[in-house]
């Protein structure tokens, strides 16, 4: 039996992935301003904040292109 491709699919946890979301990224600003925070207070720390966040950019982004290649 052949779907028709065109029909939309009937998604029932769309809330759930769109409060997911949302809460991964209120956990990621709050990461964020947390290390500005950090690094204002504690001028030395900001050269090893500005290289773990370096290293988190390149891990996010290769998540990223495994994702998409699945």
């Known amino acids: 039996m052949a779907t028709d491709p065109n ?3 009937d998604d029932q946890h769309q809330d759930v992935r769109l409060y ?3 809460l991964t990224l209120l956990v990621g ?3 964020v301003a947390g290390t500005v925070y950090l690094s204002y207070q504690h001028p030395k720390l900001a050269a090893p904040i500005q290289a773990g966040g370096s290293v ?3 891990l996010a982004a290769c998540g990223a292109i ?3 290649r699945r």
């Open 29 to 31: 600003l709050v990461i």
């Open 7 to 9: 029909t939309p699919r």
């Open 66 to 68: 495994a994702i998409k």
């Open 56 to 58: 988190a950019a390149v």
């Open 20 to 22: 997911l979301l949302l």
